[in-house]
C-alpha cells in the first residue's frame, strides 16, 4: 500500500497529472487520501496492540515523507501558475508601465 501511495504522489511531482483528465485526477486525490487513512488506522491500532514496528514499514514510512516534501514545491508552483492564469482571465494584471493591466487601457501618451 506505502508503494502504492509513493506512485501516486510521484505521478504529480512528475507534473503527469497535468495531461489527464480532471476528473481522473480528483479520483487520484481521493485515492491518495483513502490509502493515507488506512495507513493511520493500520499504524494506531499497531500502538494499540503495543506491537513493534518492522524495518521496512519505517523505511517506507521515510520514502513517502521525502516523496511528500518533494512534491509540495511543484504542486505550490502550480498553484501559483493557476491563480495568475485566472486572474489574468479577470482582467486582473500586473501594470507593465506603458497599459494599464491587461485590459491594455493605454495610461499616458508621450
Given amino acids: 500500500m506505502m508503494h502504492r501511495l ?13 495531461r489527464w483528465p480532471i ?3 480528483f479520483a487520484l486525490i481521493t485515492r ?12 494506531a ?12 514499514l519505517d523505511d517506507a514510512a521515510r520514502a513517502l515523507a521525502r516523496e511528500i516534501g518533494d512534491t509540495l ?3 505550490e508552483t502550480r498553484a501559483e501558475r493557476l491563480r ?16 494599464g493591466f491587461s485590459s491594455g487601457r493605454v495610461l499616458g501618451r508621450g
Avoid: C, H, W
Avoid at 509513493?6 to 497535468?18: I, Q, T, V
Avoid at 491518495?32 to 499504524?43: A, G, K, N, P, T
Fill in 6 to 18: 509513493l506512485r501516486l504522489f510521484r505521478l504529480e511531482r512528475d507534473g503527469r497529472l497535468e
Fill in 23 to 25: 476528473g481522473v485526477v
Fill in 32 to 43: 491518495r487520501r483513502q490509502y493515507i487513512e488506512e495507513l493511520m488506522s493500520l499504524d
Fill in 45 to 56: 491500532e499497531r500502538r494499540r496492540r503495543g506491537a513493534a514496528t518492522d524495518g521496512s
Fill in 73 to 75: 514545491q511543484p504542486a
Fill in 84 to 99: 495568475s492564469d485566472v486572474k489574468a482571465l479577470r482582467g486582473e494584471g500586473t501594470n507593465s508601465g506603458v497599459k
